[in-house]
């Protein structure tokens, strides 16, 4: 069973317009929620992250809405630009101790200019 | 920004041999993981190490699977014997502790003939 599910596998947009990325989570003990974004060929690197504790994480033009009752997440990215091609993912950080984190499947994005 | 090196960047081998992943982790780093990605998957978490030990493993973690981290040089992962299915990317990731951000490396892709 896939504890973080990530909608829709790929994704096109127009430069200009607001992307829609979603995650959705099983593991209640899930705690912080940080997105990742991987370009080809080169390693993730955190983009922005969420906890528990807030509904909304705003860094520029991402956003992270959480509705922490039906244990969904969405990033918005406005303005999108060609230069957010890339694979985004989600993953979830239980209270575990460990730091493991639990990654979604990504979603492609590409923005046509 | 603080980097993760991986080495080699592709290793290809025959089945049953023993492969050795190297991961140069950021210096002041304690928190060491292993994560498995197959082209077009997500990535599962392997392992995570600190203080020279495991502290969680995953089931992919298996029994032909180790790590070591000698005298604070490179953050190794073994393979001894190699099976087909163990053809993926691993990527390496370290942390300063546990609920700080993980920096991952660019991957090592493994393909096991």
């Known amino acids: 069973q896939q504890q973080v599910r990530q909608s829709p596998q790929s994704l096109t947009v127009w430069e200009g317009e607001t992307t829609i990325l979603n995650c959705s989570y099983e593991?209640?003990?899930?705690?912080?929620f940080p997105w990742y974004r991987q370009f080809p060929g080169k390693s993730p690197a955190l983009l922005i992250a969420?906890?528990?504790?807030?509904n909304k994480k705003e860094d520029g033009r991402f956003t992270i809405f959480f509705n922490k009752r039906e244990k969904k997440l969405s990033l918005h990215i406005t303005d999108s630009q060609p230069g957010d091609s890339a694979t985004y993912f989600c993953?979830?950080?239980?209270?575990?101790?460990?730091?493991?984190?639990?990654f979604g499947d990504g979603t492609v994005l590409t923005v046509k200019p | 920004g603080p980097k993760v090196l991986q080495i080699p960047s592709h290793q290809i081998i025959d089945m049953g041999q023993m492969v050795t992943l190297n991961c140069d982790p950021v210096s002041n780093h304690l928190y060491f993981y292993w994560y498995k990605q197959i082209l077009g998957q997500q990535m599962e978490f392997l392992v995570n190490?600190?203080?020279?030990?495991?502290?969680?493993k995953s089931k992919l973690f298996k029994d032909q699977f180790s790590v070591e981290r000698p005298d604070g040089s490179y953050f190794t992962l073994k393979i001894q014997p190699t099976a087909l299915e163990d053809s993926a990317v691993y990527f390496c990731?370290?942390?300063?502790?546990?609920?700080?951000?993980?920096?991952f490396g660019h991957g090592t892709k493994l393909s096991v003939l």
């Open positions: 593991d209640s003990t899930f705690d912080y």
């Open positions: 190490f600190y203080n020279g030990k495991v502290m969680e």
């Open positions: 990731a370290s942390s300063f502790s546990i609920n700080e951000r993980l920096f």
């Open positions: 993953a979830a950080r239980g209270n575990t101790n460990t730091g493991k984190l639990t």
């Open positions: 969420i906890s528990l504790v807030s």
